[in-house]
């Protein structure tokens, strides 16, 4: 847990109180009898107990962490059953090779038409509205022409700054495929007409984002507002995100697009300021991936710290954008979708990840 005093060590006293009164009063009624301060619960002490081969045990504190071990709830345990050793992912990750993540770079597609604009337009809205939120400071963004490809920034984001903006995103990053991905189902039923492999890309990609999301809330317990927060977000993001998509689905790829270039940027930010020393809690050797995680992206047992953790992520988010990007270039009706099609003449598949401006029609079909 990130108590106050934590924060005051973290960030500046001020921007530890706006952060405490916008996203985390965040107290479980048990901690708060223990008269523990307000803040956010950040603890770095993912699945400790689940890895064999990590000899430490719940009830030491940690040297990334200002909260005993034994403080952190795990408030989503796998249910014991009788018979049921495990219950493995639903969608098996692909996996990524060291290569293919370090290719992954920010981009940005430049809006073409009116829909593209108006995408880009509220896609930049939304990313202000974040930031306000999470009172990220002006010195801690980057070039304002450039905002999801420049990474220098004058001041970095606080670890727990950038546990919240991992939970708030990845919460709202999980509606997406889902709502597309239910609309083409109805759809297909309700007309009679095949699909062309359109669904089982946009809800792998919503799996996909909530294993992100339950990656990050092994490290850190959101408190009572943080919830509501993500709850309202979710209320009005779902219900806009279905609107959005039987209006206009190209328009709606296109936003979505949009938004896993910001995905891409903030990962790429943080990994920058890893390297650069700015996240100590993080690269710390104590750091311990959540089991979770090391389970879905089967990483090798010597790429297990945050910043590998964070190369998966932005590779996953990557390739949402390509296929975002090139879905929003498709006829929505008719074009099979490429990322599951065989090719002619054994052309491989494209690969979205490298392509972050998305293919377009032409060379994909
Ligand atoms: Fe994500
Ligand atoms: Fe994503």
């Keep these: 847990m990130l108590s106050t005093t934590a924060q005051a060590r973290l960030c500046s006293p001020k921007q530890a109180a706006r952060l405490s009164r916008v996203i985390a009063p965040l107290l479980t009624t048990s901690t708060s009898t223990l008269g523990h301060p307000v803040g956010i619960h950040l603890a770095f002490i993912p699945a400790v107990s689940q890895h064999p081969h990590h000899n430490q045990s719940y009830g030491s504190t940690r040297a990334f962490s200002t909260t005993p071990v034994n403080r952190m709830r795990d408030f989503f345990p796998a249910k014991e059953t009788e018979n049921i050793r495990e219950t493995p992912p639903a969608w098996p990750h692909h996996g990524y090779t060291e290569a293919e993540m370090l290719a992954v770079v920010p981009a940005h597609r430049k809006p073409t038409t009116w829909g593209d604009v108006f995408a880009w337009k509220f896609m930049r809205f939304c990313r202000w509205g974040m930031d306000f939120c999470t009172g990220m400071k ?50 297909s039923l309700r007309r009679l007409k095949r699909d062309n492999g359109w669904i089982e890309t946009l809800l792998e990609e919503s799996y996909n984002e909530r294993m992100h999301l339950l990656t990050f809330m092994k490290m850190c317990e959101p408190g009572w507002f943080m919830k509501l927060m993500i709850l309202g977000a979710q209320g009005v993001y779902f219900n806009g995100m279905v609107l959005s998509y039987l209006i206009s689905p190209k328009i709606t790829h296109r936003f979505v697009g949009y938004l896993e270039e910001e995905a891409v940027h903030t990962y790429t930010m943080a990994i920058k300021q890893i390297d650069d020393g700015h996240l100590p809690k993080w690269s710390s050797p104590d750091f311990v991936v959540p089991d979770i995680a090391v389970k879905y992206w089967h990483m090798p047992e010597d790429k297990r710290t945050m910043r590998d953790l964070i190369m998966y992520i932005r590779a996953d988010e990557a390739c949402h954008r390509g296929v975002n990007h090139t879905l929003s270039n498709l006829d929505q009706k008719e074009d099979p979708n490429p990322f599951v099609s065989d090719y002619k003449g054994g052309r491989a598949p494209p690969r979205p990840a490298l392509k972050g401006q998305g293919y377009e029609r032409t060379e994909v079909l």
């Design 138 to 187: 002006n010195d801690q963004k980057v070039d304002k022409s450039n905002p999801t490809t420049a990474t220098h920034s004058i001041k970095p984001l606080t670890e727990s700054q950038w546990m919240i903006r991992f939970l708030f995103l990845e919460s709202i990053a999980g509606v997406p495929g889902m709502v597309a991905g239910m609309l083409r189902h109805l759809h």
